[in-house]
């Protein structure tokens, strides 16, 4: 099995990505006229999304045509269609599928980051990097979020909107 536990951490992470951070209001995006529905590779729970205004399809990579960054939560329909498949951070082509665009929630980022910083989001893949207001990143775009806890690199950080 490719999912086998392998080690065990003397400190255990404090969330996995995608994880509410707070009790705090949340928000989901207006579907609009249908449902958000994921595209056609999937969609990566824990990272940013977009959701195209037209057809409401969504991919963590930036569509060409207009579309609305929002996060992947953990609260999303799953469906194991692998054989013997433990799991997965990837929902399923067609499922319905809820973006947050506020809220607090638990994010991995590459690169450190530090509280107060704005997330970054690639538009080729979704993920999460820290910068600052303002900041011109090559192949990202900047978002409503902040960071709300500081990260080293590959760690989760609190980021808030």
Known sequence: ??????????????????????????RSMLAGEGALIAGASGVTVGRFAWALNATGIVTNAKPADPARVGFVGRNQPVVITGWLEGDSMVLTEGLEITLADGGDFWCRFAAPAAVGQKVFVTDAT??????????????????????????LAGELAKITA
Do not use: C, K
Not at 1 to 24: C, H, R, Y
Not at 130 to 150: K, L, M, R
């Open 126 to 151: 979704g993920l999460a990097i820290a910068g600052d207001a303002g900041d011109t990143i090559a192949g990202a775009t900047e978002t409503a979020w902040s960071i709300q806890s500081t990260a």
């Open 1 to 26: 099995m490719a999912n086998f536990q392998l080690t065990v951490n003397t400190q255990p992470s404090p969330a996995v990505e995608g994880d509410f951070a707070s009790a705090n209001p949340r």
